[in-house]
C-alpha cells in the first residue's frame, strides 16, 4: 500500500454482524461469571468431580462434559424419581456419570454406553477414584450395537442420552422401547448456539427430527430448555414417559 491510499484509508463503519459478535460475547462472560458464582454458592467442591475433570482434560479427552450445576441438575432429576437404574449413552470421562451415580437409590445401578476406549479407560480411573465403581457398567462400544443388548435389563427409571447428536433420534426410539411409565428421558445439547433454527447441517436436521418425534410420540409429554453458562448457549430436552 503506497503512502496516498494510506493516508486516504478510513476505518470502515462497523458491520452489524461484528456488533452482534461482540454483544454476544459480552453476554457470554456474564452468562459465565454467574455461572461460576452459582457452582461456588451451590455445587461445593468436590475432589472426585473436580480430579474426573483434570484427568479428562490432561488425557486430551474433549471438554464436553456437562458443567458442575448441569451434572448437579441431573442428579436431582434422577434423585426425582427414585432412580435405581439409570441409563446414560455417552460416557467421556465419567463425570455425568458420578453425578448420576451419585443420584441412585441404594442397590441402584447406571449403565453407561462408550464408544472411545480412550475415553472409556478414562472414564473407569475416574469413576474407580470417586468410589462408585460397584455401581457403575460401562459397556464399550458404538450405542446403537450396545442398547439392542440391554432389552434385558430394562426398564430404565431415567436415561440421559448425551453421545453423538446425529443419533439423537435413534438413541430416543431407543429409550422409549427401555423405558417405563414414570421414566424420565433427558437429552444434552440440543441448542446448540442456536444452530438448530438457522443452520441446515445433519446435527440439527437430527435434531429437529428428534423434536418432531418427541411432540408426537403419544408415550411421551415433552419439554425443552435452554440453557447459558460456563458451557456456552446449549439446552436440554426432557420428556416424560406417561404411557
Ligand atoms: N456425558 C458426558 C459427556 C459425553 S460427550 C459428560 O457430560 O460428562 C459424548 C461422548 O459420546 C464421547 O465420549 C463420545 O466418544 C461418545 N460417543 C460418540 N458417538 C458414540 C456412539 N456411537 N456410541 C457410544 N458413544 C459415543
Ligand atoms: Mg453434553
Not at 470421562?93 to 449403565?111: D, E, F, M, N, Q
Request: a neutral charge; proline letters at 5%.
Amino acid at each position: 500500500m503506497g503512502l496516498v491510499e494510506r493516508l486516504d484509508f478510513t476505518p470502515r463503519p462497523k458491520q452489524e454482524s461484528q456488533r452482534q459478535a461482540y454483544q454476544e460475547k459480552k453476554s457470554h462472560k456474564k452468562w459465565a461469571d454467574i455461572d461460576r458464582y452459582l457452582v461456588d454458592v451451590l455445587v461445593p467442591s468436590d475432589p472426585a468431580l473436580e480430579s474426573a475433570l483434570q484427568s479428562s482434560e490432561a488425557a486430551g479427552l474433549p471438554l464436553h462434559s456437562v458443567s458442575p450445576n448441569q451434572g448437579k441438575f441431573l442428579m436431582l432429576l434422577a434423585k426425582t424419581v427414585g432412580a435405581r437404574s439409570i441409563l446414560e449413552i455417552g460416557t467421556l470421562g465419567g463425570y455425568s456419570t458420578i453425578w448420576l451415580a451419585r443420584a441412585l437409590a441404594p442397590g441402584g445401578k447406571v449403565t453407561t454406553l462408550e464408544a472411545n476406549p480412550r475415553h472409556a479407560k478414562v472414564a473407569l480411573v475416574n469413576i474407580a477414584c470417586a468410589g462408585v465403581a460397584d455401581r457403575v457398567d460401562l459397556r464399550l462400544g458404538s450405542a446403537l450395537d450396545t442398547l439392542p443388548t440391554l432389552e434385558d435389563e430394562a426398564p430404565y427409571d431415567f436415561i440421559f442420552i448425551d453421545a453423538d447428536r446425529v443419533n439423537i433420534p435413534n438413541y430416543f426410539k431407543w429409550a422409549l422401547k427401555l423405558a417405563r411409565q414414570g421414566s424420565l428421558i433427558v437429552v444434552d445439547n440440543v441448542i446448540r448456539h442456536g444452530a438448530i433454527i438457522n443452520q441446515d447441517d445433519s446435527t440439527s436436521q437430527s435434531i429437529r427430527q428428534f423434536f418432531n418425534l418427541a411432540a408426537t410420540e403419544r408415550r411421551v409429554s415433552v419439554t425443552a430448555m435452554q440453557t447459558v453458562g460456563i458451557k456456552g448457549h446449549d439446552g436440554f430436552a426432557i420428556a416424560h414417559v406417561e404411557a
